[in-house]
């Protein structure tokens, strides 16, 4: 059987034409191929000696068509995307996706599953932020120590993910109506020690990092954004509340058993790279209480999946926008349902997307290492900027 | 993929009206002159339909008026329902008063045109270039209405309904064949719903294994064996056929319409207590069988017969289309 | 006093042919940066002749001042601005013009060293060293005049350079 | 012929000084292959990792096999690459870097020639490696070279004064105290300034002028927190991204060997070199270890900075060395100037040099705290106070929750 080549598929790459200026502006191409991206992101910068003039992000990379893949499959079949889109917070992805479809077709949730999911997801909260320090520390110029020091944290959260699912980083643990199958016996205990550790974890960046001169020097007043900047352009989480609003839709709009718990929002005051980077920290400490408070109240037995649940899940007509707080952000799944057993429209509201849009103003006028350093603080994960 | 009923959101029936003192009030009292279609979505939202031409003044009105303080549009989007149209769905939520309203219009089919909110929301410019590449949808104003997501001088629109997906990738050379005949994809949905459901009904309660007797264990481990055995007989059977080349039972199957489900393997979910079906027989295919596929013109090089290259592209794209409406049709039987 | 060739007049010529080289090269080098290189390579060439004069000081100062900071912020203005190779200059209508100066320049130089009578030293090998106590005490007390007012000068081309560098009002 | 002695046996000049010149070498390359494999573990241990082990008993062997991969690479040199200055740059940047060895003393006896104007040679000849970074810049065509050349050079020349103006400094102290009968010309030269270092090591004396030294030093080496020139988040490795193999390795051979001499020179002007606890009438021996001692645990501080410290951006490398290293070294000369026309005491200059070291480090941490915002933690928490949503209170669940 003859293999038919793609002779018909034509790449096009969009092509940037780069004018030899007489004077002395140069375009700097922040290619995809780069230390400073994070991934497939592109973005072309007229610099001026070192002085920004203008940036062009491109993106669309790893753009697979999640939302139209997802019309074509089951209502449990495209959970396998939610993972792939955020694959830094997989739990929470799933999370959302999850509620979605039980608001849907009008299932309830039993407890313990309920509070498995909610330890997942802030476990996962904490091992997206550690990453986020580790990635920029080396963009700020720590030559590994962050993160090596952050992955060594990672790690032992991600031996507990693997202990109660079987994976590191694509869990496809969550269920619609519950769980896959029950967490491991030594859960609760091993979830504490994890916890201890991690304590120690975040001390070890906090000194390593906030009080160091050329980390204050290289962050603060970097790509600073108004309240009402950041709202217009739509940035929610972590880069939203750096900048003084207080928006946190397990607060604002509390889902699951949020409600049960007392934290802190950590709420910054300039907007610059710097505030985010000691929001995110601040969250790391105060996912660290909601854990203990979750893993002291979580029921030690009880089911884990409703008992009555359709072979083939047909929920009725309508539309449900679900949203919940991933650690870059406002996640959420539009999802209209027509009765037939694939949903009609999945779209995915995805926080990084927006985060990223609002880069360009931040960036212009400055110098090209705060250029790489404001897109480092946006903290984008880019399989999720292109679905 | 199959046709299916298309009730929506905004035609539910009246007795989904959302509960007095909802935002919806407050928007007909902002904008009386506006009729707003308010509905209850499932997430206890409340869904308000505008007409086309009055999206940027309520957007505009809600983000400016004290009493809706609409600051935050968290997600600008479209559903597209085929033959009724295209749905514009703006989400907004308001951060100080804590509320949130989606806000939806109906656009025609072809030649949707809407109103920009770029000016309004910057956040709208990235929504709206994506919703223009991915729906075909016109936004004027916008300020730089490039492609955001997909190619420059790609000119297909994705996320319609009407862009199915095994006749592009068939385009495209993929031997959709070649892989739909290894992994079946799921069933179409019609003919199995009636089974599944009389099927789950019978079946009887599900115990688990725990409080199963000894000797209930060891059928169920029997029954097990036996349907893995089964299984790997019918891959030996398929491998058999490919080798050979010759056509699989139930004729050959035409390229990107689905072909008929797996053998009669038991339902995963309630293994039939009955005599299981002695695994020799050939597997039977009830389905009406597929006309044979045509056989599609062949991608001359480019650098012959440049334009002659895009009439057989064109060509082909234009049989998968035609093709995937004649099955869809066959298989709904009328 | 003829006696064979020493070592020094041996480096001396070498040094010479390396240093009429490097101007040459100076000047015709199509390429500006090449110029650039050329004119370090005579600038040491000059470092090497204060050697062979025993003058370690002069040499070592004419090393770290030329060798490494004027040529390099020439260097640096170069790259920044991207001068492309513009050969133009060598090849103008003034050509003849510019080779008429020059010889009248060698004329003039060669007519001054044949006729003034240079003084041989008595031995003729190099004098004695001058110590850096020496130098110093030259110049903070016989020659101190001309070293503030070059001071002066020099602090006052630093004050016209921030001026002209620094980005007027009304272009950032 | 000039007959002198090089290890006891007595031979033509030219003889002695092409063997030192192959001592040179020899000593030079195992030193850099040393020091590249100590910079990865020592780094290594600073980010809880264990460092290469993989080659020879506990990766002795590495930095050999390092250099067997960069012989056995290609050398690429991109077509559209100038010919001449991009082949010709390694050298430039290799070759004054060697010449800087000729003036240290390990022992007291043990240097290549002990000139009486070291201290201004070694930075004469070190200006010229700036050159050689220049023209691989520009020589290799590449934006991010270019980016990185520009920058190098800025660093170069805007850290190289305040260096100076400290070396000055420490000349006018070591003169005050070698000059014998109104003669102190002797004090050019390194030897006979840590000759002078029996007693009291001159980081006694100069505290500010070790303190400037090291970050001068940091500077030139393009060594965190001083590394935008070679920033591999923004210009990916600038001036010598284009090169590859051998010629890539002569680069890197300069920077460890440069780091080296640079330590040497740091220990024996303020830490005393051979000669401070034990004086110089102890064994040769000893004082060989003396030295290695006081550089090993310079270079340990060098090698920690690149684990703890992120990258200055240029504009802020600049104006600290502008406006605030080159003020605080000009003090520092003027002020020895007075104390010393006037006769002061030893004490009082290192007092007065003390007393500037405090008022600089205060003025960087004041500068931080200002720029960090009032408290350091700009982050205030608010209480989560969920809407309204009449939940159950919750009791620790026990036993059977279903």
Known sequence: MVQQTFEGEVLTEPVVVEREFETVDMNINIGPQHPATHGVFRMVLTVDGEIVKDAVPYIGYMHRGGEKLSENLDYRGALGYQDRTDYLAAFNSEWVYVNAVERLAGIEVPERAEYVRLILAEFNRILSHFMFMGAFGTDVGYFGTAFTWTFKERERIQDLFEAVCGDRIMYNYFRVGGLAWEPHETFVEDSHWVLDQVEVGITDVDELMTNNEVF?????????????????FGVTGPMLRASGVPFDLRVDEPYSIYDRFHWEIPVGERGDVYDRYLVRLEEMRQSVTILRQALDQMPTSGPIEPERMPARLR??????????????????????SDGTDKPWRVKMRSPCFHNLSSLRPQVLNTYLA?????????????????? | MTSRRTPVASEEPPGNEPPPGSIAETYREVMPLVDFDAAMTKGDDVALTIPLESIHEVLERGRDDARLQMNLLRNQTAVDWEDRGLEIVYHLYSIPLRQAVTIKSWLPAEGAVVESVADLYPMADWAERECREMFGIEFIGHPDPRNLLLDEDIDIHPLRKSHPLAPIEMEQGVDVEFFTKQYPPPEPAEEEDAADETAAAAAPERKRVEDMTEEEREQRRAEQAERVARARELAAVRRAERLAGAPPAGGPRPEGAAPPPPPAAAPAA??????????????????PPAPPPPELPTIPDAEEDPEGRAAAQAERVRIGRELAAARRAQLRGD | MEEGVTATQVVFWILAVVMLISAIGVVTAGNIVYAALFFIASLAGVAGIYLILTVEFIALVQLLIYGSAVVILILFALMLTRARERPQALFGRSRPLGIAAALGLLAALIGGIVATTWTTPESSTAFEPVGLQAIGDAIFTLWIVPFIIVGVLLSIALDGAIMLASPDEDDN | MVLSEFAGVSMPDWIDALLRIIFIVALMTIMAFALIYLERKILARFQARVGPTRTGPIGT???????????????????????????LAPYMAFVPVFLVFVPMP??????IRDLNLGLLFVFGVLGLNIVGVVMAAWGSDNKYALLGGVRAAAQAISYEIPMLLIIVAVVMVAAGRLAVDGDASAAGSINAIVGDQTTTPYILLQPLGFFIFI????????????????????VVGG??????????????????????LLVVLASSLFLGGWNWPFGADVGLGLQIVLTFVKTSVLIVLVIGSRALFPRLRIDQLMSFSWKVLLPFSIIQVIANGIILAYGGPDWVVGLVSFGLLVALSGLVYYIMRRKQGEGTRTVQTTPATPRVITAPEVTPVEAGGD
């Open chain 4, 106 to 111: 390990f022992t007291e006896t043990w240097f």
């Open chain 1, 216 to 232: 204050v020097a290289r962050c603060r007043d970097i790509g600073a954004m108004t309240a009402d900047e950041a709202i217009a």
């Open chain 4, 215 to 234: 970050i001068g030093m940091l500077a030139e080496l393009h060594r965190p927190p001083f590394d935008m020139p070679i920033a591999e988040s923004e």
């Open chain 1, 370 to 387: 705060d250029a790489v350093v404001a897109l480092g603080s946006i903290d984008i994960v880019l399989c999720e900027v292109d679905r």
């Open chain 4, 61 to 87: 062997l590495q930095s050999i096999a390092d250099a067997l991969k960069l012989i056995a690479k290609e050398d690429v040199r991109p077509i559209t690459a100038d010919r001449w200055a991009f082949e």
């Open chain 4, 239 to 260: 001036y010598f991204v284009e090169y590859s193999g051998m010629r890539w390795g002569m680069f890197f051979l300069a920077e460890y060997t440069a780091l080296f």
């Open chain 2, 270 to 287: 309630a293994p039939a207590a009955a005599e299981v079906a002695p695994s020799s027989a050939p597997v039977q295919d009830d389905r």
């Open chain 1, 315 to 336: 929920p009725e007509p309508g539309e449900i926008y679900m949203r919940q707080e991933n650690p870059r952000g406002e996640y959420g799944i539009y999802m209209v």
